[in-house]
C-alpha cells in the first residue's frame, strides 16, 4: 500500500493540475472574503449606532460578523478541490493510465484506496489555503471590531478543512462512478452552483423552514462551516445580551431559534443542521459516491 501511494503522490506532482487549481483556488477564495468582508462591516456598522439587534439591546460590535464572510468564501472555494477529485480518476479512465496501475497493483481496490489516501492529502492542503486566504481576505477588508477571535476561527478553520476533504473525496467518488472527465464536472458543476443552493432555497421555503435542505450534499457541506459560524455568532449574541442586563428566558427559545436561523440565512446555509449533524450527514454521502465509485471500478473494463 505504500508504494502505491508514493506512486499517486508522484502522478499528482508530475502534473500541473494540481497548482493549475490552486492558483484560482486562493485568488477566488481572497476575493471573496474581501467582498463579503466589506459588505458585512458596513451593514453591521450602519446599525451600531442604533445599539439593537433585532429588538435585544445587542450592540454589533459585540458580535464577529465578519465570520460569515469566511464561511461564505469556504464553501464558494470548495468548487476547485472538489474539481481537483472529480479528475483522479475519470481523467484516467478516460487515457487508459490506470490500466497500469490497477495491472501492477494487488488489487483494484488497493489502488482506488491509496488515491483516496493521497487524495485526502491534498484536499487537506487545499483546504489550507482556501482558510488562510479566507481568513486574509476577511482581514484585510473587515472592520476589526467585526473580525472572528482566536478560538472561533479555529473552529471555522477545522470546519472547513474537513469539508474541503470531503468534497475531494466525494468528487472522486462521482469521477470514479461516471468515468468520464466532462461528464463528471457537468454534474458536479451544474449541482454544486445551481441545483444544489436554488433547489434547496425551493426547499427550504416550500417546507416551512425545515432541515429538509441541511440533509441534501450540498445543504450538509455548506452547513458543516456555517453552522459552526452560526453557532458562534448566535452564542456571541447570548453573551451580549446577558452582558445588558437582559435575560435568556425572557427571550424565549423561539427567538433564539429564529435569531439562529437569520444568521444562517446570511452564511447561505438555511435549513442546516448543527456542526456534528452537518459533518455527519455529508460524510455519509461522501461514503456512498466513494464506496459506489469504487464498486463500479471493480469489474470495469479497462482495455
Not at 151 to 167: E, M, S
Not at 258 to 267: D, L, S, T, V
Request: hydrophobic share 50%; glycine share 12%; aromatic share 8%.
Amino acid at each position: 500500500m505504500g508504494s502505491l501511494i508514493k506512486a499517486e503522490f508522484r502522478k499528482i506532482t508530475s502534473t500541473r493540475l494540481w497548482w493549475a487549481l490552486l492558483i484560482p483556488t486562493v485568488a477566488l477564495a481572497t476575493l471573496t472574503a474581501l467582498g463579503w468582508a466589506a459588505f458585512t462591516s458596513d451593514t453591521f456598522d450602519a446599525l451600531t449606532g442604533e445599539r439593537a439587534f433585532l429588538g435585544l439591546q445587542v450592540q454589533m460590535e459585540q458580535v464577529s460578523w465578519s465570520a460569515i464572510a469566511v464561511t461564505r468564501s469556504i464553501n464558494l472555494t470548495t468548487i476547485f478541490p472538489m474539481i481537483f477529485g472529480a479528475l483522479a480518476i475519470s481523467a484516467e479512465l478516460n487515457h487508459r493510465t490506470i490500466t497500469t496501475s490497477f495491472l501492477t497493483g494487488s488489487s483494484r481496490g488497493a489502488v482506488l484506496s491509496a488515491k483516496a489516501i493521497a487524495y485526502a492529502v491534498w484536499g487537506a492542503v487545499f483546504g489550507v489555503a482556501i482558510v488562510a486566504s479566507s481568513c486574509l481576505g476577511a482581514a484585510i477588508s473587515s472592520d476589526p471590531r467585526f473580525m472572528p477571535e482566536f478560538g472561533q476561527l479555529a473552529l471555522i478553520a477545522l470546519a472547513g478543512i474537513g469539508a474541503t476533504v470531503l468534497w475531494t473525496l466525494l468528487g472522486l467518488g462521482v469521477g470514479a462512478l461516471i468515468g468520464s472527465s466532462v461528464g463528471a464536472l457537468v454534474v458536479l458543476l451544474v449541482y454544486a452552483l445551481v441545483v444544489g443552493p436554488v433547489g434547496e432555497l425551493i426547499l427550504f421555503a416550500q417546507t416551512d423552514g425545515s432541515h429538509l435542505p441541511g440533509l441534501l450534499p450540498n445543504g450538509s457541506a455548506s452547513g458543516f462551516t456555517g453552522a459552526t459560524a452560526a453557532s458562534a455568532l448566535v452564542s456571541q449574541v447570548k453573551s451580549a445580551v446577558l452582558n445588558a442586563g437582559g435575560s435568556l428566558p425572557s427571550i424565549g427559545s423561539t427567538r433564539l431559534d429564529e435569531i439562529e436561523e437569520a444568521i444562517r440565512w446570511a452564511a447561505g446555509t438555511p435549513g442546516a443542521l448543527s456542526l456534528g449533524l452537518s459533518a455527519l450527514v455529508f460524510a455519509g454521502w461522501t461514503l456512498l459516491f466513494f464506496g459506489t465509485g469504487v464498486l463500479r471500478n471493480r469489474n470495469r473494463d479497462i482495455t
